[in-house]
């Protein structure tokens, strides 16, 4: 590692952050690890920046430039889709937390075990499109020029008034997608390749950090305080879903003590800073949607919220609805720690949502009773989907805007048994709850899904005008079905499996000079699909849980498989079309 270190002055903080330390923030800068210290509040929207997004992937949005990013190019790629958007909190990936994408005096810079050697091929990196020496190229030019990205994040966010928060992934695994020896491989920091008793065994991504190894623990606290020796952020968020993997299979639950030991260490460390600067440094943990999950994935939540070891929680991994929020609330007592949902932009047969159906998610998550959302994955570049995120950041905009509520699908990669991508995402819906896809096997199976839905019908003084389900399957000619919602048959009460499906157009446009990282160039994103389409009655719809059940009226003679139901979809709508 090169360079300096530079501790800069600190900048104004903001109004809002001011108030938030006087009302009681440092208060707990007087009394480590008292619970009831302070309420956090970071803001409505948090929004999750992927830092390798933009060093590995700038050059798709800045096709004609050759050179490094500039510190101005930088900036637009991180600020420009979130400017006037209802973004408050920034959560910057500085890189995987195994190499760092900024000058570090812990981590290397990507690419530096391998003496700066990169792969020849342009796919290495997840069959994406781009050029390996960027992910190295980028920051160093920017730090070179005195402009390290970890102070551009802090400088920028406190222009615009929003809180700056790093985003630390615990234990990334993107450097273990290639077979163990492979080289060279810009993620993978010579501390993997040195120690391999530091790494958790028998897992097909190889390269998971095994958290019960102390200088582990010690390797990710230093990481952890280097942002705050050295640069003024508000908060960390400590990603413990990038990846799953902290202990051998089958041991989390009684390994997780290591976790929380380590939390400790965190929360210790950063009081005491916080205590120098005077104010404080909040902790936010992704983790499971549930409280069940965390405890199965070794993350002592009940334990980290009792003992006043976070300050936020942020849960998931792409949710679209969130029924394990109550189980949070209830170990809390008399704090209330702010809870934000993650949502994706993707998912669900979805290789980008449109913006209907984001606004259904974000609205069943308020519903939920999210205190804010948080987005993570968020590709885009450009201004265009910043409308979006200003609607979604506020309940009160998405009433009365065009929505479809989508039921979850399984992970594919879990569902066909792909093992590396299913270990990354074992603890959350899609995996673990999903109610999508099934199947109906014999004439008269019949199989009940809840379909929840945020929009006001009775009591509304604009409730939809219209509403659709989708239904997304594959079955026989001959195969009759019959939908019955909320205990009532929708009509037509009889839908052949095949000659009644309809192409269901569903497209994403793109405006010029805009796009989404690690897509090619293009204007428009087709994603159309076959399902049943049934004209529902609004009047029959009600806010929040509704139950739509699905029967086999009539099995084709000599069927010799199932009807496989994949997508469950309802689209509200406002307008008269």
């Excluded at 070179?144 to 400088?155: A, E, F, L, R, T």
């Excluded at 097909?204 to 200088?215: G, H, K």
Aim: charged content about 25%.
């Amino acid at each position: 590692m090169t360079g300096s270190v530079n501790i800069p002055n600190s900048p104004p903080i903001s109004r809002r952050r001011f108030l938030l330390a006087g009302a009681g923030g440092l208060a707990c800068l007087a009394a480590p690890g008292r619970a009831d210290a302070h309420d956090s509040r970071p803001g409505r929207l948090l929004f999750n920046c992927d830092g390798s997004m933009i060093h590995c992937w700038g050059r798709a949005a800045l096709p004609q430039n050759s050179e490094p990013l500039s510190r101005r190019e930088f900036t637009d790629l991180v600020f420009a889709p979130i400017e006037n958007s209802g973004v408050d909190t920034l959560l910057f990936s500085f890189g995987s937390g195994n190499v760092a994408e900024y000058q570090s005096n812990v981590l290397e810079w990507p690419g530096e075990a391998d003496r700066f050697q990169f792969p020849e091929s342009r796919t290495w990196h997840g069959g994406i499109e781009v050029d390996p020496r960027d992910q190295y190229l980028n920051p160093k030019s920017l730090a070179d020029s005195g402009h390290n990205p970890p102070q551009i994040i802090v400088d920028e966010c406190r222009r615009r008034g929003m809180s700056a928060f790093v985003s630390l992934r615990m234990n990334d695994i993107h450097d273990g997608q290639h077979p163990r020896g492979t080289l060279p491989n810009p993620e993978l920091p010579t501390f993997k390749r040195i120690n391999p008793d530091w790494l958790v065994p028998d897992l097909d991504w190889w390269s998971a950090l095994n958290f019960e190894v102390a200088p582990v623990r010690e390797l990710k606290l230093r990481v952890v305080e280097e942002f705050f020796d050295r640069w003024d952020f508000d908060g960390i968020e400590l990603d413990w879903l990038r990846h799953t993997f902290y202990f051998p299979r089958g041991l989390e639950r009684e390994k997780g003590k290591y976790l929380t030991e380590f939390m400790r260490a965190v929360r210790r460390s950063l009081q005491q800073k916080a205590a120098r600067r005077g104010r404080p440094i909040e902790i936010a943990v992704r983790v499971p949607e549930r409280v069940e999950w965390c405890l199965e994935g070794g993350f002592e939540v009940p334990t980290w919220i009792r003992e006043g070891l976070v300050d936020i929680l942020i849960l998931g991994q792409g949710l679209t609805e969130s029924r394990g929020l109550s189980g949070f609330r209830e170990l809390m007592g008399g704090r209330r720690l702010p809870i934000y949902p993650s949502l994706y932009p993707f998912g669900n047969g979805y290789a980008m949502y449109p913006d209907e159906v984001i606004r259904g998610s974000a609205a069943n998550l308020w519903r939920d009773g999210a205190d804010g959302l948080y987005t993570f994955n968020w590709f885009f570049y450009g201004k265009w989907r910043s409308p979006l995120l200003r609607e979604i950041a506020d309940p009160g905009l998405l009433k009365d805007k065009e929505k479809r509520y989508t039921v979850v699908q399984q992970f594919e990669a879990h569902r066909t048994g792909r093992s590396p991508r299913s270990d990354s995402v074992r603890f959350n819906t899609m995996t673990k709850a999903a109610l999508l896809p099934f199947t109906l096997g014999r004439e008269g199976a019949a199989q009940t899904v809840t379909l929840p839905i945020a929009d006001e019908i009775s009591s509304a003084s604009n409730p939809p005008r219209r509403a659709e389900l989708l239904v997304g399957l594959e079955g026989l000619p001959g195969d009759v079905l019959e939908f019955t919602l909320n205990g009532r048959l929708l009509e037509p009460e009889e839908l052949d499996a095949v000659e009644d499906l309809a192409r269901i157009e569903c497209h994403l446009d793109i405006p010029p000079s805009q796009g989404i990282l690690g897509f090619p160039p293009r204007r428009r994103l087709d994603m159309d699909f076959d399902g049943l389409r049934l004209q529902v009655p609004v009047a029959r719809l009600t806010r929040g849980d509704n139950q739509l059940r699905l029967r086999l009226k009539q099995r084709r003679p000599g069927a010799d498989r199932p009807v496989r139901v994949s997508r469950i979809e309802l689209s509200v709508g406002y307008g008269s079309g």
